[in-house]
């Protein structure tokens, strides 16, 4: 198993425009987070899903949406973007009767210019 | 509500030194505690959870509920130890601190 992947790597867009960053769990995990990892802090918590519903949302704008699919891997959606936006947006995995322990991707690099 | 603190951004020693990177929480049911570590490059990675009273790469943490910390501890300091270390409550996380071991 790869682990947790996510796509693209790094991506560049212009204020206004929307985003989809993509994550695949690792096989067996059926619950994905989200979180945006700003220079200088700790990772913040966006969305949870698991079984393709929300079951969790931090203090994050309406710009910012998520579903998960029937196999249960996950997109994030940011609309209007911002300049504030850029981060590294990570992608974690779990298996809810395994504790809280989290596995994470690599992330995706948003530069907002 | 969940909150966790890392009241250093930063932490230096000499290898071979003793180090403690803390952490505080504030949550008012049964916490869920972890330790997660960054290297330079690399993904972050869980390095410790508290239920499993485990020691790994000679790290241990203590849950302290009277004090409500999760500090994490290692008698002797190598320099591949230098990462980024995250205390985390369930799926919140600490700032961070940047642990840099110095040869």
């Known amino acids: 198993d790869a682990g947790v992947t996510q796509s693209p790597t790094h991506l560049i867009k212009t204020r206004g425009q929307h985003v989809t960053l993509r994550c695949s769990p690792i096989?067996?995990?059926?619950?994905v987070s989200w979180y945006q990892q700003v220079l200088g802090q700790g990772p913040q918590f966006i969305f949870q899903?698991?079984?393709?519903?929300?079951?969790g949302r931090g203090n994050f704008p309406d710009r910012f949406s998520a579903r998960q699919f029937p196999n249960y891997s996950s997109e994030l959606n940011v609309n209007a973007l911002l300049l504030g936006d850029s981060a590294l947006y990570l992608c974690?995995?779990?298996?809810?009767?395994?504790?809280?322990?989290?596995?994470f991707g690599p992330g995706t690099r948003l530069t907002v210019t | 509500a969940q909150r966790v603190t890392q009241p250093e951004k930063l932490l230096s020693v000499f290898k071979g030194a003793p180090v403690e990177l803390k952490c505080n929480y504030s949550?008012?049911?049964?916490?869920?505690l972890f330790w997660y570590v960054q290297y330079s490059r690399q993904r972050l990675q869980l390095l410790l959870r508290?239920?499993s009273r485990e020691s790994i790469k000679g790290f241990t943490a203590d849950l302290n509920k009277g004090e409500t910390s999760f500090h994490l501890k290692k008698p002797f300091a190598q320099e591949e130890d230098s990462a980024m270390y995250y205390c985390?409550?369930?799926?919140?996380f600490g700032a961070g601190t940047r642990l840099t071991v110095k040869p």
């Open positions: 974690a995995s779990r298996n809810p009767g395994r504790s809280y322990e989290q596995y």
């Open positions: 096989s067996g995990h059926k619950s």
């Open positions: 899903y698991y079984e393709k519903e929300e079951r």
């Open positions: 949550y008012s049911g049964s916490p869920e």
């Open positions: 508290h239920i």
């Open positions: 985390a409550l369930s799926g919140r």
